[in-house]
Structure formats: structure tokens, C-alpha cells
């Protein structure tokens, strides 16, 4: 499958933002899909993530409460809605899609599938 992810932008602190990862390809109903995000110098990290059917999601503590993340699979598209946004939101946000039954949903290396990133920066 592969996927595009867009919606990156600049943004005031305390600003929203929504990402869409459209998916071709394959069938995106089939993939778990992470959305994971890396800050210059830092390895990636897991943002959130939305099982195959969208019946349960995932957040990281540091953006539980501020970032929502949808599917709708008769449109092959994931959202990444992000509210509340703060200067350490800043980086490269990615979509991935695999399945979490061949490891963590935490970990890249779970994902086969991956968009390729759109920039998320929040001025202060």
C-alpha cells in the first residue's frame, strides 16, 4: 500500500491542525495504521495509532486529550486531528500501516507501509 501523508503546515502555539495519510494500493481496511512523528536529532516516536476497523486508538501520553486520530476506510484516508498544539509538536509527522499483531504497535518496525512526512511546525 503505499501512502500520503499531507496537512503540514505552520502554526501558532495553541492552533489545530488536521493530517490526512491517503492510502492506494492495497487494501488500507486491512492495516493497523500508526502515525508517528521525529524532531531533528530525536528517533521517531509514536504518536497514536487506529486498529483496521477504527473500533480503537492509541495515543502517547504527551498528546492523549490534544490529537485525535480517525479512519475512514471507504475513502482509503486516516486523520491525524491535532488541538492544543505546543512548540514541542514540532517535526516531521509520518502515517504508517501494518499489523499489530506482528509486534508493538509502539515500534516502527511493526509498520510495513510508510507515507513520506509532512512538517508540522508551532511557533511559540
Known amino acids: 500500500v503505499q501512502l500520503q501523508a499531507s496537512g503540514g503546515g505552520l502554526v501558532q502555539a495553541g492552533g489545530s491542525l488536521r493530517l490526512s495519510c491517503v492510502a492506494s494500493?492495497?487494501?488500507?481496511?486491512?492495516?493497523?495504521l500508526g502515525w508517528f512523528r521525529q524532531a531533528p536529532g530525536k528517533e521517531r516516536e509514536f504518536v497514536g495509532g487506529?486498529?483496521?476497523?477504527?473500533?480503537?486508538?492509541y495515543y502517547a501520553d504527551s498528546v492523549k486529550g490534544r490529537f485525535t486520530i480517525s479512519r475512514d476506510n471507504a475513502k482509503d484516508t486516516a486523520y491525524l486531528q491535532m488541538n492544543s498544539l505546543k512548540p514541542e509538536d514540532t517535526a516531521v509527522y509520518f502515517c504508517?500501516?501494518?499489523?499489530w499483531g506482528s509486534g508493538s504497535r509502539y515500534y516502527p518496525s511493526t509498520y510495513t507501509y510508510w507515507g513520506q512526512g509532512t512538517q508540522v511546525t508551532v511557533s511559540s
Open positions: 494500493g492495497r487494501t488500507f481496511s486491512r492495516y493497523d
Open positions: 504508517a500501516a501494518g499489523g
Open positions: 487506529i486498529s483496521a476497523g477504527g473500533a480503537s486508538t
